[in-house]
């Protein structure tokens, strides 16, 4: 079982930024894919970002060259650096933790086991 939390989330104007946290419980965090969500209001929830156990990335291109992920294993932590923030970026910000061996795309959400709780992001124009 594992357990996220989330963090970061906030008010910025258009043209800003913000750093996502997202905590996790257990020993097995280093083995996880680690993927960031959203979903804004009144729209379904989307792919963001994803962070597998070897490092490699995968950006959806709606923030691709403005948001950064991380991981450190040493923290059990995955981060989210969003840069050059717009107002469509406003929504819902989930951390999801998926197993390696998914047989799933990992840009699906069924690829995901862990969801944590959410973390609000607003940017106002």
């Known amino acids: 079982q594992v357990q996220l939390v989330e963090s970061g989330g906030g008010l910025v104007q258009a043209g800003g930024s913000l750093r996502l946290s997202c905590a996790a419980s257990?020993?097995?965090?280093?083995?996880?894919?680690m993927g960031w969500f959203r979903q804004a209001p009144g729209k379904e929830r989307e792919f963001v970002v994803l962070?597998?156990?070897?490092?490699?990335?995968y950006y959806a291109d709606s923030v691709k060259g403005r948001f950064t992920i991380s991981r450190d294993n040493a923290k059990n932590t995955v981060y989210l650096e969003m840069n050059s923030l717009k107002p469509e970026d406003t929504a819902v910000y989930y951390c999801?933790?998926?197993?390696?061996?998914?047989?799933?795309?990992?840009?699906?959400?069924?690829?995901?086991?862990?969801w944590g709780q959410g973390t609000q992001v607003t940017v106002s124009s």
């Open positions: 999801a933790a998926g197993n390696y061996y998914s047989t799933y795309d990992p840009r699906l959400q069924q690829a995901y086991d862990y």
């Open positions: 257990g020993r097995t965090f280093s083995t996880y894919t």
């Open positions: 962070i597998a156990r070897g490092g490699s990335t």
